[in-house]
Nanobody, 131 residues
Framework: QVQLVESGGGLVQAGGSLRLSCAAS???????????MGWFRQAPGKEREFVAAISSSGATYYADSVKGRFTISRDNAKNTVYLQMNSLKPEDTAVYYC??????????????????????WGQGTQVTVSS
């Protein structure tokens, strides 16, 4: 069972920044470097939505709502993916989840944005942006 552990969430004022990290266990996820990784979020009463993804080759995909404000990156040596969030808005408040894509992922932006294409999920980290 692949283990993904998010960290870095918290309370921040609007306009502030946070960096989320998602560490993948080397023991359970030896293919991290060849996997597409994604971030999703879920606000209270809303469906889980795509935020960003990064492929094994470094191609990045973003939801329109975060483009220009969030940056996804990865460090394969550390088995870790990051989400740098700048210019945060109250509407960014949600639980943020890290996920690892599986065999259904087809290497396209549309495919990267579909939660159904991700096989493994972390437990989530809360991000709260106050106005």
């Amino acid at each position: 069972q692949v283990q993904l552990v998010e960290s870095g969430g918290g309370l921040v004022q609007a306009g502030g920044s946070l960096r989320l990290s998602c560490a993948a266990s080397r023991r359970t996820f030896s293919t991290f470097s060849s996997s597409t990784m994604g971030w999703f979020r879920q606000a209270p009463g809303k469906e889980r939505e795509f935020v960003a993804a990064i492929s094994s080759s470094g191609a990045t995909y973003y939801a329109d709502s975060v483009k220009g404000r969030f940056t996804i990156s990865r460090d394969n040596a550390k088995n870790t993916v990051y989400l740098q969030m700048n210019s945060l808005k109250p509407e960014d408040t949600a639980v943020y989840y890290c996920a690892a894509a599986g065999v259904r992922y087809r290497g396209t932006a549309w495919s990267a944005a579909q939660a159904a294409n991700y096989d493994y999920w972390g437990q989530g980290t809360q991000v709260t942006v106050s106005s």
